[in-house]
């Protein structure tokens, strides 16, 4: 078991092998949360990644504390900010199946690197740059819950409520095995694992069927 770190976020602690759902409203909150995690872990030495809809990298980079000096962590490659068209369309359309394979080949070299210890990764979802199939977003959710404990990594997944419909929130809250609610990272009593999530989902009716 790794220790708790610091999430940044309100004096939440986290642990390494977390994959957390955190839901938003605008751009302001997406800000409280997104801002002091990336801070956090470039202060701790973390290599941090943020893939990001709705918003420029620069912006995000821009909105850092100057203190923690986060272009030139980024000249580093210690940070990676990503547009999410650029990161999750490379092919043309949207697949979980590549982008698990982004994933574990981005997560991979920054632990082969040999400067960090830890990974810290954030994306944000508001349906802006990027509109993927449902099927699609939560079968890439549910299969992360296969590749978060592989590496010491935490992953935040960034919700823009507004964007999104009832009924695919909560099936996103059954394919995250930690929330962000109330200031507190708790246990999902919702959570499906992926065998049980994606079994049922491939059972389900398609919606012109049902």
């Avoid at 701790?44 to 030139?72: M, S």
Wanted: proline share 6%.
């Amino acid at each position: 078991m790794y220790d708790a770190i610091d999430s940044g976020i309100r004096g939440i602690e986290t642990h390494p092998g977390q994959h957390i759902c955190g839901l938003y409203s605008g751009d302001r909150e997406r800000d409280e949360i997104l801002v002091p995690f990336l801070e956090a872990g470039l202060r701790a030495g973390d290599k941090c990644i943020c893939v990001v809809d709705g918003a420029e990298p620069l912006e995000v980079i821009g909105a850092l504390d100057p203190d923690v000096d986060a272009r030139a962590r980024a000249d580093r490659a210690q940070l990676d900010v990503m547009r999410a068209s650029d990161t999750y369309l490379r092919s043309g359309s949207f697949s979980a199946a590549e982008i698990i394979g982004l994933w574990k080949m981005t997560i991979s070299e920054a632990m082969y690197d040999g400067r960090f210890d830890m990974v810290r990764a954030v994306e944000t979802w508001s349906q802006r740059d990027v509109i993927p199939e449902p099927g699609e977003l939560l079968s890439l959710e549910s299969e992360m819950n296969r590749f978060v404990p592989l590496y010491p990594q935490v992953i935040l997944c960034l919700y823009d409520v507004g964007s999104f419909g009832g009924g695919i929130v909560v099936d996103l809250l059954r394919t995250h095995p930690k929330v962000l609610l109330g200031g507190m990272i708790l246990d999902n009593p919702y959570y499906t694992t992926p065998d049980v999530f994606l079994a049922e989902a491939g059972s389900a009716p398609a919606p012109n069927e049902a």
